[in-house]
C-alpha cells in the first residue's frame, strides 16, 4: 500500500524568505502523481501544484515549485520570497495511476504547519 | 458558480442521533468523495462515488453510509452517532482522476456528545 510522509508537524520562515516542506512516499507503482494543498486557517483546501511521475520538468506555478526527486522517492514544496499569507497547514497527496478499483484515490499526508514571521 | 457546498457548517449532535451531512457540486463532476480530518491525521477517505448511482468505501468507512441519487450531490449519514466521529468533514468533487486535481467543499464540523 502506498505510504506518504510529512516529517515536518510545524515550521517557521522569515517574511520573504524561502522555505522547502518535506514529502516523501512509498509505492511501487511506476506512475503516480503527487499533489499539494493549502489550508488556511479559514479550513478551506486550496489546490497548490501537482507533479506527475513521467513529468520531464519539476512543476512550478507562481511562488511554488516542486523538487522532485523520483529516486528518492520525496517532492518537496518550495515556496519562494513567502509571504504572511502562506501561513498555514500544507498536506501533501499521492494518487496512483493504476486506475483499477481504489488506485486512483488521493492518499494525503499529516500535514506541515507553516508559520511566517513578519 | 458556487462550486462544492456542503450543508451544514457546523452540528451537535447527542450519542446515538443521526443526521445527514449534505454535499452539492456545480461543475458537473462525475466523481465525488467524503474525507474526515482529525488533529494530526490528515485527510481521511470514508467514501467515494465515480457516478451517480455508484458508491465505494475508502480508507474509514465503518459507522458511515452514502448515496449519490443525483450527479451533483453526494449525501453522507450517520445512522448512530458516535464521539469518535467527532471531526470536520470535507466533500470533494473531480472531473476524473490522473492529473486531475479535487475541489474541496468549506468542511461541516461535527461536535458529537
Known amino acids: 500500500a502506498q505510504k506518504i510522509t510529512q516529517t515536518q508537524p510545524g515550521m517557521f520562515v522569515q517574511e520573504k524568505e524561502a522555505v522547502t516542506l518535506d514529502c516523501t512516499y512509498d509505492?511501487?507503482?511506476?506512475?503516480?502523481?503527487l499533489f499539494w494543498y493549502k489550508q488556511p486557517s479559514s479550513g478551506e483546501m486550496i489546490f497548490l501544484i501537482y507533479?506527475?511521475?513521467?513529468?520531464?520538468q519539476n512543476a512550478t506555478e507562481g511562488r511554488y515549485s516542486l523538487n522532485f526527486q523520483k529516486a528518492r522517492k520525496s517532492a518537496n514544496l518550495v515556496i519562494s520570497a513567502s509571504q504572511l499569507g502562506d501561513s498555514a497547514m500544507y498536506f501533501c497527496?499521492?494518487?496512483?495511476?493504476?486506475?483499477?478499483?481504489?488506485?486512483?484515490?488521493?492518499?494525503f499526508g499529516k500535514g506541515t504547519k507553516l508559520s511566517v514571521k513578519p | 458558480n458556487a462550486g462544492v457546498t456542503q450543508t451544514p457548517k457546523f452540528r451537535v449532535l447527542k450519542t446515538g442521533q443521526s443526521m445527514t451531512l449534505l454535499c452539492a457540486q456545480d461543475?458537473?463532476?462525475?466523481?465525488m468523495y467524503w474525507y474526515r480530518q482529525d488533529p494530526g491525521m490528515g485527510l481521511r477517505l470514508i467514501h467515494y462515488?465515480?457516478?451517480?448511482?455508484?458508491?465505494a468505501k475508502g480508507e474509514v468507512p465503518d459507522g458511515y453510509n452514502v448515496s449519490r441519487l443525483k450527479k451533483q450531490n453526494f449525501l453522507l449519514g450517520l445512522e448512530s452517532a458516535a464521539p469518535s466521529q467527532t471531526s470536520v468533514y470535507f466533500c470533494?468533487?473531480?472531473?476524473?482522476?490522473?492529473?486531475?486535481?479535487?475541489?474541496f467543499g468549506p468542511g461541516t464540523r461535527l461536535l458529537v456528545l
Open positions: 470533494a468533487s473531480s472531473a476524473g482522476t490522473g492529473r486531475v486535481t479535487q475541489y
Open positions: 509505492t511501487s507503482d511506476p506512475s503516480y502523481g
Open positions: 507533479q506527475g511521475s513521467y513529468d520531464q
Open positions: 497527496a499521492f494518487r496512483g495511476m493504476n486506475y483499477g478499483g481504489s488506485q486512483g484515490n488521493l492518499i
Open positions: 461543475m458537473n463532476h462525475e466523481y
Open positions: 462515488s465515480v457516478g451517480e448511482g455508484t458508491t
